[in-house]
């Protein structure tokens, strides 16, 4: 068996010719690419009236980056759970699962394939991005080095929502009740979580570390704290300045995908 048996064995094989050889899949790219492209120009129409005589002041190339960037894990939290939340249970709907376990496939390699391919897609559509980011280079005020750091945080940010959406469509056999609560669990990581860091900075006038750490486990938090040192300073009141929101991020996160990932390869050949 060569290396390239070894890598891509039937299952993820199968998976990436169904996933990339669709309408579906290059409609949803160019629906990706174009909502994008729309976000970057629109912010950019809007800084260019401020600046007063329709142009584009090059010293807000940063914001547009910190706008797109924000806009783009916004995008990778709604489409995400849709591609990964139904790898398992539609399997079960097609009763296609049962003859999927009888291969020599392992339940290991069944779960890490699966998610792969699912994710591959998100992984192309997320490279697609990059003449977009472009603009921002073509200004200045963005190192290379913010613009990898910002995708590897994509890449982790995937790979975490995938691995929670496939654990919700093993342990649940409806494909619909399984995209509702994984979209359920995006709802809470992003939104609960930043308005109690909210409520609880407001009722502690800033003195607790609570809110600190509601938001180290906030998507978009994390995020802007990879982007400016200075935002998980002022979170913690320079009470811990060497410790950044995203650090708290990859290691709470870390911990939930590799939880989520032993669970989905345990009970995938539950009864």
């Not at 783009?72 to 097609?94: D, H, N, W, Y």
């Not at 509601?214 to 802007?224: D, E, S």
């Not at 979170?235 to 939880?259: D, E, G, K, M």
Request: aromatic share 12%; hydrophobic share 50%; proline share 3%.
């Amino acid at each position: 068996m060569n290396w390239g048996q070894k890598l891509i064995n039937p299952v993820l094989e199968k998976e990436f010719r169904l996933r990339m050889r669709t309408v579906r899949s290059t409609a949803a790219m160019l629906f990706y690419l174009v909502a994008m492209s729309l976000l970057a120009l629109g912010f950019m129409y809007v800084a260019s009236n401020n600046y007063g005589y329709n142009a584009f002041n090059p010293r807000r190339s940063q914001e547009l980056f910190y706008f797109i960037s924000g806009a783009q894990l916004v995008l990778i939290c709604f489409m995400t759970p849709g591609l990964t939340a139904g790898v398992i249970s539609s399997e079960r709907e097609k009763q296609t699962l049962n003859i999927l376990l009888t291969t020599q496939q392992s339940s290991t390699t069944i779960i890490i394939s699966k998610l792969i391919s699912s994710l591959s897609f998100m992984v192309l559509i997320i490279l697609s991005t990059l003449p977009i980011y472009s603009i921002v280079f073509l200004f200045g005020g963005v190192s290379p080095g913010q613009l990898v750091s910002v995708f590897l945080f994509y890449l982790f940010m995937m790979i975490s929502l995938g691995a929670v959406g496939v654990l919700m469509s093993t342990l649940f056999k409806k494909t619909m009740l399984a995209v509702i609560l994984t979209y359920g669990y995006v709802l809470v990581i992003c939104g609960v979580t930043g308005l109690l860091a909210i409520f609880w900075a407001a009722i502690t006038s800033g003195n607790s570390l609570i809110p600190g750490l509601l938001l180290g486990v906030n998507p978009m938090g994390a995020l802007i704290s990879l982007l400016n040192d200075e935002f998980s300073r002022d979170v913690f009141n320079h009470r811990v300045p060497y410790l950044q929101l995203w650090h708290i991020f990859l290691v709470f996160y870390t911990v939930v995908t590799s939880a989520a990932i032993a669970l989905s390869i345990r009970y995938l050949r539950r009864p």
